[in-house]
């Protein structure tokens, strides 16, 4: 229908042309034939020729084929069909426009006729949204007049909701948290090792501070681990909001080791002590000379300069060979004195040896009158 209507004016057109054409050959053959009538007369041919020149001029204006009030006909039936095809060409088609009252749908595909693996595609329905009811797939919708709201019967009746008596009756009041969220919650912090070196035999200050962060009171088990071997537990009992340092005091044999206190680690080192070392100094002879058997008393001084007890042998050597070995106990920086008794019958010079330390004294013969 819209091609015939676009084509209708053009074939106007035509049709307006060629009655023009058609009124012009009338009008010259009609004055043709009266001249030719009137020179079987005996009227000249040049009388002839004039009539159908003049005939032929009047009849060739295009104006004059139709009266004034049938132009005007012809005028008014060409802007109505002008008027038309304006409204035509403005309108959009009804597939793109869709049904009265339905949204118009733009930027997607006509998806009527799409085949689907259970047959054609349902469309969409118009009322979409939260708080509508949409028929499940496959369901034919009740016809419904073009831009109608869906019908009643499409939304659930009033028996889907719950009656006022079916609610729980009011109880106690109970608290806005569960039970479980009441408990104590511990943290550790600022673990201390004093010192974190120490000589062996001196001991070794571990401390933290133990914090309840939670809303109940509680006791929390304080574990200290040594290399990872637990060395002491400690319990707490802590009121919410309360903190408490905890020690521990520890004695470990020499060497490096490893604290930690509930992820919170350091390191401290004992050091060896220094073994017995011993000096002798101040050696004493007396008397440098003695008379043949008198006592003669050699003696020194001997320190223990470690950091240990220890047992220092002194041997004494006479002219080269051990006279006599003493002992003597002494303990860390502690001094002691040691002392030989020898007597000699044999006269002479007598050279003394104590460990490192030298000396002589001399025996004198007696003379007899």
Do not use: C, H
């Not at 040049?46 to 009266?67: A, E, H, K, R």
């Not at 419904?144 to 009041?173: H, L």
Request: glycine letters at 12%.
């Amino acid at each position: 229908m819209r091609i015939v209507l676009r084509v209708l004016p053009i074939i106007v057109i035509l049709a307006v042309f060629l009655m023009a054409n058609a009124s012009t050959s009338f009008a010259a053959k009609l004055e043709f034939g009266n001249s030719a009538y009137g020179l079987n007369q005996g009227q000249k041919t040049d009388n002839v020729t004039d009539n159908f020149t003049g005939t032929l001029g009047q009849g060739s204006s295009f104006f004059s084929i139709f009266p004034t009030w049938a132009w005007w006909a012809i005028g008014g039936v060409v802007g109505v069909l002008l008027i038309m095809i304006i409204v035509l060409v403005a309108t959009p088609s009804r597939k793109k426009r869709g049904p009265a009252g339905a949204p118009i749908r733009t930027g997607m595909p006509d998806m009527e006729g799409m085949e689907g693996p259970q047959g054609p595609m349902p469309m969409p329905n118009a009322m979409s949204g939260p708080g509508s009811y949409n028929a499940p797939v496959g369901t034919a919708m009740p016809p419904q007049a073009p831009g109608a709201f869906p019908m009643q019967e499409q939304y659930p009746g009033a028996g889907g909701f719950q009656a006022p008596g079916q609610y729980p009756s009011a109880g106690p009041v109970t608290a806005p948290y569960p039970q479980y969220a009441r408990r104590p919650i511990f943290s550790v912090s600022n673990l201390t090792i004093t010192p974190n070196q120490v000589k062996y035999g001196n001991p070794v200050t571990i401390s933290a501070i133990v914090s309840n962060n939670g809303s109940e009171s509680g006791t929390y088990s304080v574990v200290l681990r040594i290399n990872g071997m637990v060395e002491n537990i400690i319990d707490l009992m802590l009121s919410p909001g309360a903190s408490q340092a905890t020690t521990f005091t520890v004695n470990k044999d020499a060497g490096e080791y490893y604290a930690e206190v509930d992820g919170l680690s350091g390191v401290f080192v004992i050091i060896p002590l220094v073994p017995a070392n011993f000096t002798i100094s101040n050696l004493t002879i007396a008397p440098e000379r003695a008379k043949q058997g008198e006592n003669i008393i050699i003696s020194a001084i001997v320190k223990n300069n470690g950091e240990l007890p220890g047992t220092f042998t002194a041997a004494l050597k006479l002219k080269g060979a051990v006279e006599s070995t003493e002992d003597i106990n002494l303990g860390p920086g502690e001094n002691g004195k040691i002392s030989f008794k020898i007597a000699e019958t044999t006269p002479g010079f007598y050279n003394v040896e104590l460990e490192g330390l030298t000396g002589r004294f001399v025996v004198e013969m007696e003379w007899q009158g």
